[in-house]
DNA sequence: TCCACTAATAGTAATTATTCCTATTAATGG
DNA sequence: CCATTAATAGGAATAATTACTATTAGTGGA
């Protein structure tokens, strides 16, 4: 999870592609993949900055940091409250909307002895596709 | 998240040292952790031995891999449906009893197009340890 | 508008986590 | 017991991420 960083201001071009690139698709991107996205208008952007950006970003609340079994961390622009299905064929993400109950929430807080400042819900299958397209053996 | 493989059958020594190691604790040890507890009575096993036989036993079922946004896999003897608080702060993990009703999963079922064989339900906050010996900000 | 300050960047090296490779070992069935 | 071959040990290779550092460029004030 990203660590909470002390808060940095200083806008830069590069840091508003990064967010604009995340918020361009619906693909939930790794680093590499928004890195391939921000240089075809920014060719010279270091992969050093996408992670640092993307970080930064998620530590502000403008993004979402998501990560599935064996993958390594994706980007999400929505950060409202939603789960994921994630087919483990293809490692397409889906967004679905919220689905946990604020009752299932509350039951959880007072079960934990700590506070709970987020969740995730990840939800692993076949997708429709796939589920056509492949064995179940992936 | 493992890829299915053939299933293997051959029983070696490693292989059960290796689930015993995990049986053994409830940290929900990383590769890494689960190489330093075998290597106390096999001190020759390889680290490559470790993450093969991980991988064989989370396919047969016999361990859970989990993964917290930011860390590495894990593996959690207990492979009933349960769910896990994560401190974010200590990076200790919680087991909780299952909240999720199935009523939620139907639903999701419904909405998702694709087949869901199985779900992870994570809640990150601060441990009531760390709650009282960090700031809010890790 | 210019300047001084310093946060942020580009480029690259280093680190970490995991998988791959291969000669050797050992589990298994006959 | 062998013969077969899956599995191992040890190390090399790969992938993902972070660290390092000289340079660049936001920013706030004169």
Same mark, same amino acid.
């Given at each position: 999870?990203?660590?909470?960083?002390?808060?940095?201001?200083?806008?830069?071009?590069?840091?508003?592609?990064?967010?604009?690139?995340?918020?361009?698709?619906?693909?939930?991107?790794?680093?590499?993949?928004?890195?391939?996205?921000?240089? @075809?208008?920014?060719?010279?952007?270091?992969?050093?900055?996408?992670?640092?950006?993307?970080?930064?970003?998620?530590?502000?609340?403008?993004?979402?940091?998501?990560?599935?079994?064996?993958?390594?961390?994706?980007?999400?622009?929505?950060?409202?409250?939603?789960?994921?299905?994630? $087919?483990?064929? $293809?490692?397409?993400?889906?967004?679905?909307?919220?689905?946990?109950?604020?009752?299932?929430?509350?039951?959880?807080?007072?079960?934990?002895?700590?506070?709970?400042?987020?969740?995730?819900?990840?939800?692993?299958?076949? $997708?429709?596709? $796939?589920? @056509?397209?492949?064995?179940?053996?992936?």
């Amino acid at each position: 999870m990203a660590q909470d960083r002390p808060p940095s201001n200083r806008s830069t071009t590069q840091r508003a592609a990064v967010l604009r690139a995340v918020e361009s698709v619906h693909t939930h991107p790794n680093a590499e993949e928004v890195y391939r996205l921000v240089r @075809k208008n920014m060719p010279n952007i270091s992969l050093a900055t996408v992670y640092r950006n993307l970080h930064l970003l998620a530590d502000e609340g403008k993004l979402r940091e998501v990560q599935f079994l064996g993958d390594v961390l994706r980007y999400d622009a929505m950060t409202d409250p939603h789960e994921h299905f994630y $087919c483990r064929a $293809c490692h397409r993400v889906w967004d679905l909307d919220s689905s946990l109950p604020e009752t299932v929430l509350r039951a959880t807080e007072r079960k934990t002895h700590g506070s709970i400042e987020r969740y995730a819900l990840d939800y692993y299958g076949l $997708c429709s596709h $796939c589920r @056509k397209s492949t064995t179940s053996r992936d």
